[in-house]
């Protein structure tokens, strides 16, 4: 099998808050390869975005990573000097956050905000001030023609508010894909827009990723999301991975039952007639847990081994359960 | 079974903008038109399901029928009554038998109240219950809605999400009321925790024999929980019917589209043709002239673009506003 684009081994980062250590990823190991959409589902206080926030280089006290191992492209990113960090992000691995009107700066123009990324990591700008401006101006241009915003040439010049926001959510994709990164993490990148909007969304970025050769991560907590757009994908749950494997495999016979429980919760448009079956109980808080299986007080199948400590199994068909079962 | 619900032509717009001197000026300020000619019915015990995007006005017509925003023209008819001309004694009265839940169960939970509290507040505002029998009420509605007594004292911090829906719940339903507007109740849940409040929200329409106006932007939701929907854009229906015949073979081109955007976790729709929408929403501001969807309709012709189309009927119950039903369709 070919190298990992991106290769995560027993991440573990934990926040100091004065409840006690909040164990927010507790062990995640998964790995993104060169082309592939990764699909990482989970809910709020899985640890999903904790964990990529961790390959960016973002947790900042009170968080840290604890130990565990970030290896892009075989280098390692866990102890990386911010230096060598900043010429990192953006330019080889670049995030869109969910929420595109707080992550754009609403003092500058989108025109200076995609422009800064290009002159900052950019290496085959010409070297003069004003050819380097002109060409970056071109760059900005061309990439947000390419995310869908029309006239881009007349709206470089305005800020965040004076676009809605599937507008500002490509905007956002447009300055994370300016310089071609080789892996693009993308942060619930439509939650917060409309059905219509999400699937032009989601097919721009699926598109941008056939035409660079882009590995993307997606992190959602809709696995019709997933279904459509991921080719392989990892649920989280309390920070720790509980199932991984291809796709259209892990949805068609799940077998950790928070996957199965996750499918039988949700209603679907093709079987309105499926009784929906809620999980019952509530995702546990992340300090002091027991050793044992995270999902255990609210699983259907718990057994007595579940309070011991269960690790990730794998399976066949490049598949991996955390289950006794 | 005649209607518990009967909205005609309801109308709500908002002046936006402008500023004070313009407005004191007379001069003519820039309106939103969140909700523009809505007409609709809920027979009693059913469920009625509003589908829409963003913007399209669905909150403001769920509280334009509640008069929490006073609509501009139109009727609305609960139970025989024209709730719209009600003066505020007879419409205090009314809104007992009517209530909402709110989408944000942080926002709309008062955080320095108790539980407790917040459950007696309407029920000593209405003068329904006090003393122990107040305190008996409010302990059999947090038991209805999944909660324990030992929760009675506690403030909203103390409670997850989908445990706070549960308050929002206790609190519109204390009164006993007969009609119920859910105002996107679980979009703000985790997948998980939604399906809950959904059987809830089910279990309690049973028990209590309720009628809802559920509104959501989740079609497999709306599908899921409605015996009838009603598709909005732009402040306006544009087909409504029987759940199951309006999901199963939806007519108008939006409903089509709106549909075929759902992402689906068992690929259903593979193999079917895809409809995708351009552009964004239009603004409410300035809606487009004629039918409000043509500049995104992909069957639009020149009478679209300058004539609002007529509102026809597949049968007896499944409407659609378009010109070129039934042509257009497969």
């Known amino acids: 099998m070919t190298e990992p684009l991106l290769a995560i081994n027993d991440l573990r980062v934990a926040f100091a808050t004065p409840h006690g250590l909040v164990r927010a990823v507790d062990g995640v190991s998964l790995d993104v390869r060169p082309g592939e959409c990764l699909g990482v589902v989970g809910e709020s206080g899985s640890g999903k975005s904790v964990t990529f926030a961790a390959v960016m280089g973002l947790i900042r006290p009170p968080g840290r990573i604890e130990s565990g191992s970030i290896r892009f492209d075989g280098r390692e990113l866990v102890g990386l000097d911010r230096v060598d960090y900043r010429s990192l992000r953006g330019r080889d691995i670049a995030m869109t956050l969910q929420d595109a009107l707080t992550s754009l700066n609403p003092a500058l123009t989108v025109g200076t905000q995609i422009t800064e990324v290009l002159l900052a990591h950019a290496e085959d700008l010409p070297s003069g001030r004003h050819a380097r401006h002109r060409e970056a101006r071109a760059r900005a241009i061309e990439m947000m023609h390419l995310v869908g915003i029309p006239a881009a040439e007349h709206r470089l010049g305005d800020y965040p508010h004076q676009f809605s926001g599937g507008m500002r959510q490509r905007m956002m994709i447009a300055i994370a894909l300016s310089c071609r990164p080789r892996l693009l993490i993308a942060d619930e990148p439509t939650t917060a827009l409309d059905v219509t909007i999400q699937a032009q969304v989601l097919e721009l970025i699926a598109g941008i990723r056939a035409t660079l050769g882009m590995s993307v991560a997606l992190i959602t907590h809709d696995l019709g999301v997933v279904a459509e757009y991921c080719d392989r994908v990892a649920v989280l749950y309390a920070g720790q991975i509980v199932e991984s494997g291809p796709t259209a495999s892990v949805i068609g016979a799940p077998r950790h039952p928070y996957t199965a429980g996750l499918l039988a919760s949700v209603p679907m448009l093709s079987n309105l007639d499926r009784r929906i079956r809620p999980i019952d109980g509530q995702v546990p808080g992340l300090v002091d847990l027991p050793p044992g299986c995270r999902f255990l007080p609210r699983c259907p199948h718990a057994a007595p081994v579940c309070v011991s400590t269960i690790a990730m199994r794998a399976l066949e068909h490049d598949r991996a359960v955390r289950c006794v079962r | 079974m005649t209607a518990l619900l009967e909205v005609e032509n309801l109308v709500k717009h908002y002046e936006v903008g402008g500023g004070l001197l313009p407005r004191l000026l007379g001069h003519k300020q820039p309106r939103v038109q969140a909700v523009n000619g809505v007409s609709l019915a809920i027979r009693a015990g059913e469920t009625l399901g509003l589908i829409g995007e963003s913007g399209c006005g669905k909150s403001t017509l769920g509280r334009a029928i509640l008069r929490l925003h006073e609509p501009d023209s139109g009727t609305i008819r609960f139970a025989g009554t024209d709730v719209v001309g009600l003066d505020a004694a007879a419409m205090k009265a009314m809104r007992r038998r009517m209530q909402i839940i709110f989408q944000n169960p942080y926002a709309s939970l008062n955080p320095r109240k108790t539980v407790a509290d917040i459950l007696a507040a309407p029920l000593r505002l209405h003068g329904v219950a006090a003393g122990p029998?107040?305190?008996?009420?409010?302990?059999?509605?947090?038991?209805?809605?999944?909660?324990?007594?030992?929760?009675?004292?506690?403030?909203?911090?103390?409670?997850?999400?989908?445990?706070?829906?549960?308050?929002?719940?206790?609190?519109?339903?204390?009164?006993?009321?007969?009609?119920?507007?859910?105002?996107?109740?679980?979009?703000?849940?985790?997948?998980?925790?939604?399906?809950?409040i959904i059987d809830l929200l089910a279990r309690l329409k049973r028990d209590f024999g309720l009628t809802y106006l559920f509104i959501s932007h989740d079609i497999a939701v709306i599908?899921?929980?409605?015996?009838?929907?009603?598709?909005?854009?732009?402040?306006?229906?544009?087909e409504s019917g029987p759940a199951r015949a309006v999901l199963r073979a939806p007519q108008h081109p939006?409903?089509?589209?709106?549909?075929?955007a759902v992402p689906r976790i068992d690929r259903a729709r593979q193999g079917e043709p895809q409809i995708r929408l351009h552009g964004d929403l239009p603004s409410p501001m300035n809606p487009p002239a004629g039918c409000r969807f043509h500049p995104r309709c992909a069957f639009a012709t020149g009478i679209c673009?300058?004539?609002p189309p007529p509102l026809r009927q597949l049968d007896a119950m499944h409407s659609v506003v378009c010109h070129h039903f039934p042509e257009v369709m497969p």
């Not at chain 2, 599908?223 to 544009?238: N, P």
């Open chain 2, 133 to 196: 029998a107040l305190r008996e009420r409010v302990m059999a509605m947090l038991a209805a809605v999944g909660l324990s007594a030992e929760h009675a004292s506690r403030y909203p911090h103390q409670f997850s999400g989908g445990q706070r829906q549960r308050i929002g719940i206790a609190r519109a339903l204390i009164l006993n009321p007969e009609f119920v507007v859910c105002d996107e109740p679980v979009s703000a849940l985790d997948v998980s925790i939604q399906a809950q």
């Open chain 2, 254 to 260: 939006y409903t089509r589209a709106l549909m075929s």
């Open chain 2, 223 to 238: 599908g899921y929980v409605s015996d009838h929907v009603a598709v909005m854009y732009l402040g306006q229906i544009v």
């Open chain 2, 305 to 307: 673009r300058a004539t």
